[in-house]
């Protein structure tokens, strides 16, 4: 390991992500960038680089100088106007597939009162650490670190918070420590309340996946989490339906259950890209139960999802 890789493992380890740096001799030269660091802890994050710099072999002098630009990151919010549309498992599944692109992405699990994504992740009772008054996100088995109220209570405890706090939740876990992340996916609770509204004033997103099933009932509402984006001025990314046909395992006739074409035809008569369907697949739920996404695999239950998660990706590549 050369001396450059030395440090920058050692840099990286308390403050991943922040630092730009150069080896001059036995100089050490560190650009630390602390715009999203509350002012009163930029002395902790230095002091803290400047020790783990100054312990590595061939380091005499540590030169550091901050600076306070920002870094930008794109969130991408996944969306339905009700629940039990399967909105979670397509945001984990999303999240996973445009990491496996290339994308450094982490997730956010902003239904407060209904979290799942620890158990679709496969980090179950994993609780993040704050460091310098900010969270830590938890790493998962997918690349793909994660966030979620669900890692600070029991898997039964209700979380019974009002609106603001609610949403005064949802700020700390999208301006927690990400590091290198360049991109978050935001689970965001069905409707369109508190939640969605400090989410699209306070933090903007550069888009919005909505999610629905093929019936009627679901695309009514679905239609109303469209509206919401629509009037905040947030592009819409396209409609995904879910839940849209079932293969009989013992004979393998195709069945649909919640019908067939709602969130296309919707979608076309609302102007706005519809992004496939996801079949309705027992091994998608065992999957997600187990908290193995089948995105993370080259199976066929994952195909339909590494779909989305490429037109999404073109979506954001267009947007430049």
Known sequence: MTI??????????????????????????????????????????????????????GIATVRIALTAERRVRTLIAVASGKGGVGKSTVSANLAIALARRG???????????????PRLLGVEGVKPHARAKRLKPVATPYGVPLLSMGQFVTADQAI?????????????????DWGDATM?????????????????????????????????????DARRAIDLFVQAGVPVIGLIENMAG???????????????????AAAAELGIPFLG???????VRRASDAGTPPASGDGAAGKAFLDLGGRVADWLASRG
């Open 277 to 283: 369907r996801i079949p309705l697949d027992i091994v």
């Open 103 to 117: 994308h450094r992405v982490g997730m956010v699990d902003a239904d407060i009162h209904g979290p799942s994504q």
């Open 4 to 57: 450059v890789d030395a440090l920058t493992a050692a840099v990286d380890a308390v403050a991943p992500g922040r630092a730009t740096l150069r080896v001059e001799g036995d100089v050490a030269r560190i650009i630390l960038e602390v715009g999203d660091i509350a002012v009163a802890d930029h002395a902790v994050l230095e002091a803290d680089v400047r020790r783990v710099a100054a312990g590595v072999s």
């Open 184 to 220: 978050l996916v935001l689970d965001l609770p069905p409707g369109t309340g508190d939640i969605q509204l400090t989410m699209i004033r306070n933090h903007r997103p550069a888009g919005a996946v909505i999610v629905s099933t093929p019936q009627d009932l679901a695309l009514i």
């Open 160 to 176: 019974a918070w009002r609106g603001l706090k609610a949403a005064g939740a949802l700020s700390q876990l999208i301006d927690a």
């Open 246 to 264: 079932y293969a009989c395992p013992e004979c393998g006739a195709i069945s649909d259950p919640f019908g067939r074409g709602g969130a296309e």
